[in-house]
């Protein structure tokens, strides 16, 4: 495990928001054919902010990592806010993944879009940073 950092091990090895929210309003899961790994993502949404946000991974460390700094940085956000993040971020956040993990750090961004599609949907919203997002779209690791 070398090759991860403090940040990165601490997280993996103490995440934070583990578990499902009893009383969440919004759930994304998202898996990644690459590498196998599932996410799932329940949110509490309140007038348009994230206030509580919980994770189950069934993935690798890196997928841990990312999406326990995932559920903190989208803790008191704005919907909106909570979608301009992206997987980048997560990775800065944790001060760098290896090269061949950051895919990994997908599944978070993925999961929380997914997860504030389906709210917006059920409650009419129209949220820009949704546009063309299709949860069901095979994603593949192409940066376009």
């Not at 940040?7 to 578990?19: A, I, S």
């Not at 994230?50 to 999406?67: N, Q, Y």
């Not at 599944?107 to 997860?115: F, P, R």
Request: charged residues 25%; glycine residues 10%; negative net charge.
């Amino acid at each position: 495990m070398g090759m991860y950092n403090e940040k990165v091990m601490d997280h993996f090895t103490n995440p934070r928001n583990v578990g499902t929210l009893e009383d969440s309003n919004a759930i994304g899961t998202f898996g990644s054919p690459v590498c196998g790994d599932m996410m799932e993502i329940s949110l509490k949404i309140e007038n348009n902010v994230i206030v509580d946000a919980k994770f189950r991974t069934f993935g690798c460390g890196s997928a841990i990592a990312s999406s326990s700094v995932a559920t903190e940085m989208v803790k008191g956000k704005t919907l909106e806010e909570a979608l301009k993040l992206t997987n980048q971020n997560f990775v800065d956040e944790l001060g760098g993944l290896p090269g061949a993990k950051i895919h990994c750090s997908v599944l978070s961004e993925q999961a929380i879009k997914t997860a504030i599609y389906k709210y917006a949907k059920e409650n009419g919203l129209d949220l820009p940073g949704l546009e063309g997002f299709d949860p069901d779209a095979e994603f593949d690791h192409d940066e376009e």
